[in-house]
């Protein structure tokens, strides 16, 4: 009823029965209540246009190679992340900065040699991680154990190289077994008398001559702090036996010196 005492009073009221603006929602993308697909039409790089409150991003089936430094906008309420089927090959130690509360990320199907345990700091939310199909052949146990929240991970499908250098990963799913999905995919690759072998299946005895062999940073400071002693130590042996061997054959001439020139005054 107050609407209708003036022009002003009538024009404030339509503004406000206006409805809101839509989000903008990326010309590659389908958008729906959080949701934002832009699957499949060859994106090269993470759309940057994408609305605060955006909850779910699937970004398979494209052609994006790498993840840079903050390859994505403020996005405080992302809690699912899907890249599978790229070619992604490279991820920014800061390039997941700001999806602090991410609970799912699907990196499968991609190109991923390596992880550093940057890579997953920001992800202090992180329950599910799938990696499987990629290009990794070891993992640091630092990028695992920076996932305070992880339930579940895929690992299957990696050309795993069951050597000493796999050692700490077997040691991480060993003792968090509950957490590992598809467990029986989880094969060696190489050495090729390993192929097909589950990781899962190693024992402890089976990295016996691994934990045997490795040297803590203590055994190498040691190393590295005898090392020059024992060289200079060695070089002051040998010129003192060289000394005492040079004095000994001296003294084993001069008596036949003195001999021969004590012959030679009487005659």
């Known amino acids: 009823m107050g609407c209708w005492r003036g022009p002003s009073t009538v024009l404030a009221c339509l503004l406000l029965l206006r409805p809101l603006p839509l989000p903008a929602c990326p010309a590659a993308c389908r958008c729906s209540s959080g949701d934002v697909d832009c699957s499949a039409h060859a994106l090269r790089e993470v759309p940057q246009s994408l609305s605060t409150n955006t909850s779910a991003l699937w970004l398979g089936y494209n052609f994006i190679t790498v993840l840079g430094p903050r390859s994505f906008p403020a996005l405080p309420g992302l809690l699912v992340l899907s890249l599978p089927h790229n070619r992604l090959a490279l991820i920014h130690s800061q390039a997941l900065e700001g999806l602090g509360a991410l609970q799912e990320l699907d990196l499968s199907n991609n190109y991923l ?26 993992l640091e146990p630092g990028v695992l154990q920076s996932l305070p929240q992880l339930q579940a991970l895929l690992l299957q499908d990696n050309p795993w190289v069951c050597s000493c250098g796999i050692l700490p990963l077997w040691r991480w799913l060993s003792h968090n077994r509950e957490k590992v999905q598809e467990k029986s995919l989880l094969l060696c690759r190489f050495p090729e008398q390993l192929n097909k072998y589950p990781i899962m299946a190693f024992g402890n005895e089976s990295f016996r001559q691994c934990q045997e062999t490795s040297l803590s940073a203590r055994h190498y400071i040691t190393f590295l702090t005898i090392g020059p002693f024992s060289f200079m130590a060695s070089i002051l042996f040998c010129t003192f036996m060289g000394t005492i061997t040079v004095i000994y054959h001296n003294l084993r001439r001069e008596p036949h010196f003195w001999r021969r020139h004590g012959i030679c005054r009487g005659h």
Do not use: D, V
């Open 113 to 138: 040699s390596m992880l550093t345990p940057e890579t997953f700091l920001p992800l202090t939310s992180l329950a599910m991680l799938n990696l499987g199909s990629n290009r990794l052949e070891e």
